[in-house]
């Protein structure tokens, strides 16, 4: 497993501190750019890249990516959208970035009702109580259903499944969080492992697979070490972000790495037993005292936690594993 870090663009405390700490991989955004130019763009990518590279980082995934909305609501100019993600994904190849983590969440991204929930120690954490949005109104989007977003999954996939292969890039496909449909009108599809099946298997390709975000598919109830079996078997497991949550898919919220449902040491054994190499990250992080939550989910001090907890894993299981 290659360990690595969410980071900004530019060189900044994270940096600094995920280097001491002995990460060696970043997972990266669209650069910040100032000078009227796309961030996709070939140079503005090589550019970051570069920035990492001279940093000592491998830039090994970005998780991000131009506006998709109207591609995932079949809305009038999808197709420049679409135009535009493949000039993104050849751009990555040819820079030799490998990993794209994308979704297809309409309208909103990952959702929460709540950041500032308190957890252990008086910490911070993001949390979704689904009875609060039962009455909420909907988006301008209107109904969105399920039926409407395979179709329109489906044709993005045609559109540049065969740009990643050309490229080389794995397309890492995250599961909606939360897990549960709809929220103000808007369906999610890709709830649980078998949507997740169904969705690599819409356009059949050794370069579409999935990011098993464990606290995702630990929300919908999945066993995460039987997940990280079906789909590392199937050679589909690209990204990871290793995290945890307590509740269900109705009511949750985010753990530190040692406080959920998880059981994380058997999740560890089972990327060591299927032979996973591609990189993993911790995610959502709660917000510790003295932090001001002004990205909950994505402070500094949770961050130092769950790598050194995910470094403690990996340097247990890999010597437990060497003395058989």
């Known amino acids: 497993m290659q ?7 530019h060189p900044d405390q994270l940096w600094h501190l ?29 550019h970051m890249k570069t920035r990492f590279e001279d940093f000592g980082l491998k830039l090994s995934v970005i998780e991000s990516a131009p ?28 820079l030799g970035i490998s990993v794209l983590c994308y979704n297809f969440m309409a309208q909103f991204n990952w959702f929460r009702t709540s950041t500032t929930t308190r957890t252990r120690g008086g910490a911070l954490v993001s949390s979704y109580d689904h009875h609060l949005m039962r009455d909420a109104p909907l988006t301008e989007a209107g109904i969105i259903t399920e039926e409407e977003l395979w179709e329109n999954l489906h044709y993005y996939l045609e559109q540049i499944v065969p740009v990643a292969e050309q490229a080389k890039v794995k397309l890492a496909l995250h599961p909606d969080d939360p897990p549960i449909s709809p929220i ?17 298997n819409l356009v059949p390709s050794e370069y579409s697979g999935i990011t098993l975000c464990q606290g995702t598919l630990a929300t919908a109830g999945e066993h ?14 690209f990204f990871v972000h290793f995290r945890d949550v307590r509740g269900t898919k109705e009511k949750f919220e985010e753990t530190f790495h040692d406080d959920g449902k998880t059981d994380m040491v058997e999740a560890m054994k089972t990327y060591f037993e299927m032979g996973y190499k591609g990189p993993a990250r911790p995610d959502h992080v ?6 001001k939550n002004d990205h909950p989910g994505y402070e500094v001090l949770g961050r130092l936690y769950g790598v050194g907890y995910i470094k403690g894993l990996m340097e247990a299981v890999r010597k437990t594993a060497m003395a058989f």
């Open 3 to 9: 360990l690595a870090e969410f980071f900004s663009s």
């Open 18 to 46: 995920a280097k001491q700490m002995g990460i060696e991989h970043a997972v990266g955004p669209l650069p910040r750019v100032d000078n009227g130019s796309k961030p996709w763009d070939y140079m503005n990518l090589l």
């Open 67 to 94: 506006p998709t909305n109207k591609i995932k609501l079949g809305l009038p100019g999808r197709d420049e959208e679409i135009k535009i993600m493949q000039e993104f994904i050849t751009n990555m190849g040819a």
């Open 184 to 200: 103000r009108g808007v369906s999610r599809i890709l709830r649980n492992a078998d949507a997740l099946q169904r969705a690599i």
């Open 224 to 237: 995460i070490p039987s997940v990280i079996r079906r789909f590392a078997e199937q050679d589909k497991l």
């Open 286 to 291: 709660p917000t510790m005292y003295g932090e």
